[in-house]
């Protein structure tokens, strides 16, 4: 099914810029963060980047409900209304032709979801597999597939994810095989490698591993016993942490090899772009976040008061996120 939403073309202000030099190491250029403005009378977020200067997310209005909204070249496109007034709507991935997959929780208690693509304007609602529920997207590519997972009932009767693609400008899905039932889709790399989390068979909860030219690879963590987290692929390379058996988290980056390592007070590595800049949760530090280029801590920022939401980091070095819910992009320069 095509729902057409409605196109509105706003103008885009930016917000006040404030500079902050780099805190951690001496760096080429110096950091400073400006705010995007949503619509007017709507809470706005930022959730994806078209890796290109354009940024995607959701607005909200009071009592009425959510939009889908993008940034570009100075206007916003709002994209219209999806869900009800109470729903969870989210953008999970953008690729580089403006395109989005776009997730919606909705239904008070009874918490149904549904899955969009949005692309030249037009939604299309994604189909689970036949027998299955409960559509989750999670990255789409640059030719408009978008992979995520639906809901299947297995041969014992047990209820479990299974990793899906949806091909460009098709709502139903096909599985991508060689994965194991209840395997999670996590993120998506320019070369089609899949990073996924497949189910530990002691505590069911997902071990990351990349699927690459159909061969099921497990990341190592820093330690013997320690348990692994893979949040974000680019370039080949994994950010994430590893939580340790004292139960602390050390934010680490597998590289395209799958050789591990942590970087300098990172507690959890949330996002990486294909240049090797990391963006992620600080540890030992005032701050709250920061930011690692080549290894090297180069800036801190956020704070306790000033919380820090971060959204999608682009290749041209920007990142987005909020903070205290204003939309907000970093760059260096």
């Avoid at 014992?156 to 709502?171: K, L, M, Y």
């Avoid at 990351?208 to 330690?223: E, K, M, T």
């Amino acid at each position: 099914m095509k729902i057409i939403g409605s196109l509105a073309v706003l103008a885009l202000a930016v917000g006040t810029t404030l500079t902050m030099p780099a805190t951690a190491t001496a760096a080429t250029c110096t950091w400073s963060s400006s705010t995007l403005n949503g619509p007017a009378g709507a809470s706005s977020d930022i959730d994806a980047t078209d890796n290109g200067g354009g940024w995607a997310g959701t607005a909200y209005f009071s009592f009425v409900g959510n939009h889908v909204i993008a940034w570009k070249n100075g206007t916003i496109t709002d994209y219209g209304e999806i869900g009800s007034s109470s729903a969870n709507v989210g953008v999970a991935d953008e690729n580089r032709t403006g395109a989005l997959a776009v997730n919606v929780l909705d239904g008070g208690e009874a918490q149904t979801m549904t899955a969009y693509r949005i692309s030249g304007g037009q939604w299309q609602q994604l189909a689970p597999l036949p027998g299955g529920t409960r559509p989750d997207v999670r990255s789409i590519n640059d030719a408009g597939d978008v992979y995520g997972t639906t809901e299947m009932v297995n041969s014992s009767g047990i209820t479990g994810s299974v990793v899906v693609r949806w091909p460009a400008n098709q709502a139903t899905p096909v599985q991508v095989a060689g994965l194991p039932f209840d395997t999670t889709m996590i993120d998506l790399d320019d070369d089609g490698t899949l990073l996924v989390g497949t189910p530990d068979p002691r505590t069911g909860g997902p071990v990351p591993h990349l699927l690459r030219n159909g061969v099921l690879i497990a990341l190592p963590p820093l330690s013997s016993g320690q348990t692994t987290n893979g949040d974000a692929i680019a370039n080949g390379r994994v950010a994430g942490d590893v939580v340790t058996k004292s139960i602390q988290l050390i934010g680490t980056v597998w590289e395209s090899n799958q050789t591990v390592h942590s970087l300098p007070s990172l507690q959890e590595g949330m996002l990486i772009n294909r240049n090797d800049l990391v963006v992620g949760t600080l540890t030992g530090s005032g701050a709250t976040n920061g930011v690692w280029r080549n290894g090297v801590l180069e800036y801190s920022f956020g704070s306790t008061s000033n919380y820090v939401a971060l959204g999608a980091v682009s290749d041209d070095g920007t990142f987005g996120g909020d903070i205290n819910s204003v939309p907000t992009v970093w760059r260096c320069s």
